[in-house]
Nanobody
Framework: QVQVVESGGGLVQPGGSLRLPCAAS????????MGWYRQAPEKQRDLVAA???????QYADSARGRSTIAGDNSDHAIFMQIDSLSPEDTAVYYC??????????????WGQGNHVIVSS
Protein backbone atom coordinates (compact mmCIF):
# COMPACT_ATOMS: atom_id res chain seq x y z
CA GLN A 1 0.00 0.00 0.00
CA VAL A 2 1.35 3.38 -1.02
CA GLN A 3 1.64 5.88 1.83
CA VAL A 4 0.91 9.55 1.31
CA VAL A 5 2.48 11.99 3.73
CA GLU A 6 1.41 15.61 3.92
CA SER A 7 2.64 18.61 5.83
CA GLY A 8 1.79 22.26 6.21
CA GLY A 9 -1.54 23.71 7.22
CA GLY A 10 -2.49 25.51 10.40
CA LEU A 11 -3.75 29.04 11.02
CA VAL A 12 -3.26 31.58 8.26
CA GLN A 13 -4.34 35.21 8.16
CA PRO A 14 -6.60 36.43 5.36
CA GLY A 15 -4.56 37.54 2.39
CA GLY A 16 -1.74 35.20 3.31
CA SER A 17 -0.30 32.24 1.45
CA LEU A 18 -0.14 28.53 2.14
CA ARG A 19 2.32 25.94 0.93
CA LEU A 20 1.38 22.28 1.19
CA PRO A 21 3.96 19.59 0.37
CA CYS A 22 3.01 15.99 -0.27
CA ALA A 23 5.04 12.86 -0.92
CA ALA A 24 4.15 9.28 -1.79
CA SER A 25 6.28 6.34 -0.68
CA UNK A 26 6.18 2.57 -0.42
CA UNK A 27 5.71 -0.11 -3.11
CA UNK A 28 5.11 2.34 -5.97
CA UNK A 29 4.66 1.13 -9.54
CA UNK A 30 3.87 4.33 -11.41
CA UNK A 31 2.28 7.43 -9.96
CA UNK A 32 -0.21 8.54 -12.60
CA UNK A 33 -1.86 11.33 -10.66
CA MET A 34 -1.17 13.45 -7.59
CA GLY A 35 -3.42 16.18 -6.36
CA TRP A 36 -4.74 18.20 -3.47
CA TYR A 37 -8.38 18.13 -2.44
CA ARG A 38 -10.19 19.98 0.31
CA GLN A 39 -13.30 19.44 2.36
CA ALA A 40 -15.00 22.26 4.21
CA PRO A 41 -17.42 21.51 7.06
CA GLU A 42 -20.62 19.90 5.80
CA LYS A 43 -19.42 19.99 2.20
CA GLN A 44 -18.10 17.37 -0.19
CA ARG A 45 -14.42 16.82 -0.88
CA ASP A 46 -13.41 18.74 -4.01
CA LEU A 47 -10.30 18.88 -6.14
CA VAL A 48 -8.16 22.02 -5.71
CA ALA A 49 -5.22 21.30 -8.00
CA ALA A 50 -3.55 18.26 -9.53
CA UNK A 51 -0.71 17.06 -11.71
CA UNK A 52 -1.17 14.11 -14.07
CA UNK A 53 1.34 11.66 -15.55
CA UNK A 54 1.42 13.46 -18.90
CA UNK A 55 2.51 16.65 -17.15
CA UNK A 56 -0.80 18.44 -17.41
CA UNK A 57 -2.04 20.54 -14.53
CA GLN A 58 -5.61 20.93 -13.30
CA TYR A 59 -7.05 23.70 -11.15
CA ALA A 60 -10.47 24.23 -9.67
CA ASP A 61 -12.16 27.48 -10.64
CA SER A 62 -11.86 28.65 -7.04
CA ALA A 63 -8.09 28.14 -7.12
CA ARG A 64 -7.17 29.10 -10.66
CA GLY A 65 -5.06 32.25 -10.88
CA ARG A 66 -3.94 32.16 -7.25
CA SER A 67 -2.69 28.60 -6.93
CA THR A 68 0.36 26.76 -8.17
CA ILE A 69 0.97 23.04 -8.12
CA ALA A 70 4.40 21.74 -9.01
CA GLY A 71 6.56 18.70 -8.63
CA ASP A 72 7.66 15.66 -10.48
CA ASN A 73 5.52 12.58 -10.40
CA SER A 74 8.64 10.48 -11.00
CA ASP A 75 9.93 11.80 -7.68
CA HIS A 76 6.55 11.05 -6.14
CA ALA A 77 6.35 14.48 -4.58
CA ILE A 78 4.39 17.65 -5.23
CA PHE A 79 3.62 20.87 -3.48
CA MET A 80 0.74 23.28 -3.81
CA GLN A 81 0.82 26.97 -2.97
CA ILE A 82 -2.32 29.05 -2.61
CA ASP A 83 -2.15 32.84 -2.37
CA SER A 84 -4.70 35.48 -1.38
CA LEU A 85 -6.35 33.21 1.15
CA SER A 86 -9.80 34.04 2.49
CA PRO A 87 -11.98 32.43 5.19
CA GLU A 88 -13.69 30.50 2.37
CA ASP A 89 -10.47 28.53 1.99
CA THR A 90 -10.86 27.10 5.48
CA ALA A 91 -11.04 23.32 5.13
CA VAL A 92 -9.25 20.04 5.66
CA TYR A 93 -6.80 19.59 2.80
CA TYR A 94 -6.02 16.06 1.58
CA CYS A 95 -3.32 14.85 -0.76
CA UNK A 96 -4.14 12.01 -3.14
CA UNK A 97 -1.86 9.78 -5.18
CA UNK A 98 -2.93 7.22 -7.79
CA UNK A 99 -0.54 4.32 -8.33
CA UNK A 100 -0.97 2.53 -11.66
CA UNK A 101 0.10 -1.11 -11.69
CA UNK A 102 1.46 -2.96 -14.73
CA UNK A 103 -1.92 -4.62 -15.32
CA UNK A 104 -3.55 -1.19 -15.52
CA UNK A 105 -5.23 -1.29 -12.13
CA UNK A 106 -5.13 2.03 -10.31
CA UNK A 107 -4.97 2.16 -6.54
CA UNK A 108 -5.74 5.47 -4.89
CA UNK A 109 -4.13 6.50 -1.60
CA TRP A 110 -4.94 9.45 0.64
CA GLY A 111 -3.05 11.39 3.24
CA GLN A 112 -4.36 11.93 6.73
CA GLY A 113 -5.60 15.47 6.03
CA ASN A 114 -4.29 18.85 7.15
CA HIS A 115 -6.50 21.41 8.84
CA VAL A 116 -6.24 24.90 7.36
CA ILE A 117 -7.98 27.79 9.11
CA VAL A 118 -8.00 31.21 7.51
CA SER A 119 -8.84 33.77 10.16
CA SER A 120 -7.59 36.98 11.68
Amino acid sequence: QVQVVESGGGLVQPGGSLRLPCAASGPIHRISFMGWYRQAPEKQRDLVAASTKDGSLQYADSARGRSTIAGDNSDHAIFMQIDSLSPEDTAVYYCNADDQRTDGEVLSSWGQGNHVIVSS
